[in-house]
């Protein structure tokens, strides 16, 4: 069986950053392919911290149990690859080609269009590949080094609209195209088997707030301008200080998605937390986050026709049409098709 290597983010304390790799493991395995994410240590004093904590936590749990993983030292080479019989070389999604996700800008740009990878050496994929945000917010030493390593990637494919014209126009390359995130891959029953009992305590309707500007008093009043009183509030924060990460009981996978799943309501301006309330069918709304990378969203929304559910500037939509799940779920299984049909056919023509 052909060897996939998977090239993605650090996982850390990352729900959708771990949920993406599980759902693009999962997808490049019912392709018939073994795919295996490679970890890439750092010697970083707070890179280290920060993965002894993760390694100990309830999240770490989650990977440990589900994911086939690889711990190789850059400069990859060709006998490093071939020893642990990697065939291919897939990278993303997630935000990998955002160089300032992380804290090495050209360590970002080295690692993830694959710079350590001897020329011809195996062939390289761009599964998702995410820029993060519309515009292009590379160097030009950067760019210089992007547009020389991306012709040698037999496949390439990018997670949001504008990251075609980013492509096109900083890379000058035209051969990309949009899938969806792995996440999407999936169908709702296969992250059903992870959830566990709902988090809620009582028979009220729930409400789910998952936030990455938390602490933002503009989302705190839109956040009780659409609750009521009859509604029981679950909160989920990303806390930037890394004890208080450890530290948080919300930090198991499992917990986040039944927080989702058991949910009446979402509030979030979680990428992430977006799709898994598009997959689970819920009523949501997405407060809208530049920080974190309006694109992202904005370009998610827009493949499925709920634009209206996208707040920004505070306006608050008085009154929503519910969501037509029909007409989401016709192009979800369209999209489904064609982005799974584009991994199988790169896989396929690199493995020969």
């Given at each position: 069986?052909?060897?996939?290597?998977?090239?993605?983010?650090?996982?850390?304390?990352?729900?959708?950053?771990?949920?993406?790799?599980?759902?693009?493991?999962?997808?490049?395995?019912?392709?018939?392919?073994?795919?295996?994410?490679?970890?890439?240590?750092?010697?970083?004093?707070?890179?280290?911290?920060?993965?002894?904590?993760?390694?100990r936590s309830n999240i770490y749990k989650f990977v440990k149990e589900n994911f086939n993983l690889l711990k190789l030292h850059?400069?990859?080479?060709?006998?490093?690859?071939?020893?642990?019989?990697?065939?291919?070389?897939?990278?993303?999604?997630?935000?990998?080609?955002?160089?300032?996700?992380?804290?090495?800008?050209?360590?970002?740009?080295?690692?993830?269009?694959?710079?350590?990878?001897?020329?011809?050496?195996?062939?390289?994929?761009?599964?998702?590949?995410?820029?993060?945000?519309?515009?292009?917010?590379?160097?030009?030493?950067?760019?210089?080094?992007?547009?020389?390593?991306?012709?040698?990637?037999?496949?390439?494919?990018?997670?949001?609209?504008?990251?075609?014209?980013?492509?096109?126009?900083?890379?000058?390359?035209?051969?990309?195209?949009?899938?969806?995130?792995?996440?999407?891959?999936?169908?709702?029953?296969?992250?059903?088997?992870?959830?566990?009992?709902?988090?809620?305590?009582?028979?009220?309707?729930?409400?789910?707030?998952?936030?990455?500007?938390?602490?933002?008093?503009?989302?705190?009043?839109?956040?009780?301008?659409?609750?009521?009183?009859?509604?029981?509030?679950?909160?989920?924060?990303?806390?930037?200080?890394?004890?208080?990460?450890?530290?948080?009981?919300?930090?198991?996978?499992?917990?986040?998605?039944?927080?989702?799943?058991?949910?009446?309501?979402?509030?979030?301006?979680?990428?992430?937390?977006?799709?898994?309330?598009?997959?689970?069918?819920?009523?949501?709304?997405?407060?809208?986050?530049?920080?974190?990378?309006?694109?992202?969203?904005?370009?998610?929304?827009?493949?499925?026709?709920?634009?209206?559910?996208?707040?920004?500037?505070?306006?608050?939509?008085?009154?929503?049409?519910?969501?037509?799940?029909?007409?989401?779920?016709?192009?979800?299984?369209?999209?489904?098709?064609?982005?799974?049909?584009?991994?199988?056919?790169?896989?396929?023509?690199?493995?020969?």
């Amino acid at each position: 069986m052909m060897r996939v290597g998977i090239v993605t983010l650090p996982f850390h304390f990352n729900y959708g950053g771990i949920l993406q790799a599980f759902a693009l493991q999962k997808a490049i395995q019912n392709l018939g392919f073994e795919p295996i994410i490679i970890e890439q240590p750092s010697n970083n004093i707070k890179q280290v911290l920060k993965q002894k904590l993760y390694k100990r936590s309830n999240i770490y749990k989650f990977v440990k149990e589900n994911f086939n993983l690889l711990k190789l030292h850059e400069p990859f080479c060709d006998d490093e690859l071939s020893i642990n019989n990697i065939n291919i070389l897939v990278v993303g999604s997630d935000q990998v080609w955002r160089p300032d996700m992380g804290i090495n800008r050209k360590k970002n740009v080295d690692r993830y269009f694959l710079k350590t990878v001897p020329p011809n050496c195996i062939p390289k994929i761009a599964y998702a590949a995410s820029f993060g945000i519309d515009h292009w917010d590379f160097t030009d030493i950067e760019t210089n080094t992007a547009q020389n390593l991306i012709n040698e990637f037999s496949y390439i494919s990018v997670r949001e609209t504008s990251g075609i014209k980013l492509c096109s126009q900083f890379l000058k390359i035209n051969n990309a195209i949009q899938v969806l995130d792995p996440t999407m891959l999936l169908e709702a029953e296969c992250y059903k088997k992870i959830l566990i009992e709902s988090p809620f305590k009582t028979k009220k309707q729930h409400c789910f707030t998952y936030l990455l500007d938390y602490n933002n008093p503009s989302n705190q009043n839109i956040i009780n301008s659409l609750l009521h009183k009859d509604i029981e509030l679950l909160t989920a924060k990303v806390e930037r200080n890394i004890l208080k990460k450890f530290f948080n009981t919300q930090n198991s996978i499992e917990k986040w998605l039944s927080a989702i799943y058991y949910s009446d309501l979402i509030i979030t301006d979680s990428f992430h937390g977006c799709v898994f309330s598009i997959l689970f069918h819920k009523n949501f709304y997405v407060i809208s986050n530049s920080a974190g990378g309006n694109t992202r969203i904005q370009s998610l929304l827009s493949l499925f026709g709920l634009n209206n559910r996208l707040i920004t500037n505070n306006y608050i939509p008085q009154q929503t049409s519910t969501i037509n799940w029909n007409i989401v779920d016709i192009k979800l299984q369209t999209q489904r098709k064609e982005s799974t049909f584009f991994l199988q056919k790169a896989l396929k023509e690199c493995s020969k």
